[in-house]
């Protein structure tokens, strides 16, 4: 009886331990919105893969993000980390520091980076690589690359997954190129410096960043400086973003009679896996919207 018993016991264990491991889902982490979107389309309809943001859709870009407890305990039990890379996450090395392990993929591999000067007058590479669609295509292929590699178990459904979210976005990037060929070579002005990637891909001309440092506020020296810029590219259309105060814009536009208008970064959104196509299609309309 007692062997018996023993045996069940043991069965019920070895049972109870493989029911956990076919349970347990592996995490994938990905650093902001952008990244996230696209790793919902490459691990899609694969149940043992869960995907994660580590920022709430209001942090919108990373530039000078600190580390929160909370963001090192949702990594300590994460398979990989998924990153824009360029600068873009600038505490990874201390994400590194603290977990060796753990796999980083950096999607800013197999672009070409644009650099712009700081205020020192020393290049910097510009990270808001996600805003030309093609770039969009190289992101996905490194995901899914590296995806196969740590989930060979689901290599087929990621291939098959990243091929058509590539076959979409390349769609996407053709659709554009043609719906803004009207405005090739107009002056926008932005209020961060998220566009160069995008007004490189479509044609357009950047002739003034209103805020290049995120802040709410500028100092008057600053607020005239760009009015100067503004006025001197011809009080060319104003471009807000929904993630950040518009104060600065409206000053430039009362002081210049620039007109206002949004473009979105797609730093955050809805949780939707074609948000980000969505997005570029919104962001092409205020284009033409803009110099109707
Ligand atoms: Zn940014």
Redesign the pocket.
């Known amino acids: 009886m007692r062997r018996i018993l023993i045996f069940l016991l043991s069965a019920l264990l070895v049972f109870s331990m493989t029911a956990c491991v076919h349970a347990e889902t592996a995490k994938v982490m990905t650093s902001f919105y952008p990244m996230y979107i696209f790793a919902l389309n490459v691990f899609g309809g694969i149940d043992a893969i869960e995907i994660d943001c580590m920022t709430a859709p209001e942090t ?4 000078d993000y600190q580390l929160l407890v909370g963001d090192m305990m949702k990594l300590s039990d994460a398979a990989a980390l998924i990153v824009c890379g360029a600068g ?1 996450e600038n505490y990874l090395p201390d994400v590194q520091e603290q977990f060796p392990e753990l796999a980083v993929i950096d999607c800013s591999q197999g672009i070409d980076l644009l650099t712009e000067e700081d205020e020192d007058g020393d290049g910097e590479l510009n ?2 690589t996600w805003l030309d669609a093609r770039n969009a295509v190289k992101i996905v292929e490194t995901i899914a690359e590296y995806g196969c590699q740590l989930f060979p178990e689901f290599a087929d459904q990621i291939c098959a997954n990243a091929l058509a979210y590539t076959e979409r976005l390349n769609a996407l990037d053709e659709h554009l190129r043609e719906e803004l060929a009207p405005v090739q070579g107009k002056a926008i002005v932005t209020f ?3 566009f160069p990637y995008f007004a490189n891909a479509y044609g357009l001309e950047i002739a003034a960043v209103i805020s290049e440092e ?1 802040e709410e506020t500028l100092s008057p020296a600053q607020l005239s400086q760009v009015i100067e810029t503004v006025r001197q590219a011809g009080n060319p259309p104003l471009f807000t973003e929904p993630q950040y105060s518009a104060v600065a814009a409206y000053a430039v536009s009362a002081e210049t009679g620039a007109p206002i208008y949004t473009l979105d ?1 797609l ?1 955050s959104g809805a949780y939707e896996k074609d948000a980000y196509e969505t997005g570029m299609q919104q962001n092409a309309e205020a284009l033409l919207e803009a110099f109707k």
């Open positions: 919108g870009c990373l530039h873009m990270a808001h961060h410096d998220a995120h970064p730093v």
